[in-house]
């Protein structure tokens, strides 16, 4: 019996060690040598600081800027508290809060639809991503604020545009935070046209 608990916490030390401390570092030390970009949170860096990441969502709430998806992470994007609400479809509390979020588009740009994903939130709450269709909706408020023409906001959306990976996974895509660094490169707010 003696012999038998010996080995168990030897062994249990042992793989402690190996599978918990040497292969992750191993792995990590592996990842940041091969894929540095994608093993570090493929941070966006400017001026030498960090201001975002490709795969992390982050709020973007001025007028002049496409807004995110939104998040039921925590109080928002916050990677601590990931998870989307777990509210089923028919609950009433989802039901009121698109409707209130969709009424509230709507007078941005009456007339047209609102796409599903900019009044629901992600299944992480932490998505970088809108549709193009949610892109396009918000076009109008995005030009109109940074004193642009439509199309020219249009072809940044494009540009900004991932199709689906592989061509049959997923759906079309854009990554907000890119879009609207590319948005400030063009136009910073600042230089805007006041109406």
Known sequence: MKKNLVTAVLMTF???ILLGVAYPLVV???ATVLFPANANGQLIQRDGKPIGSRIIGQAFTGPGYFHSRQSAAGSGYDAANSGGTNLGPTNQKLIDRVRQNAASLQSENAGKSVPADLVTTSA???D???SPASAEFQVPR???ERGMRADEVQELVAKHTADRQLGFLGEPRVNVLELNLDL???RPLQETVVK
């Open 14 to 16: 042992a793989t402690t």
């Open 28 to 30: 990590t030390a592996i």
């Open 124 to 126: 992480s709450g932490l």
């Open 128 to 130: 970088p991503h809108i």
């Open 142 to 144: 995005v030009s109109r």
């Open 184 to 186: 400030d490169s063009k």
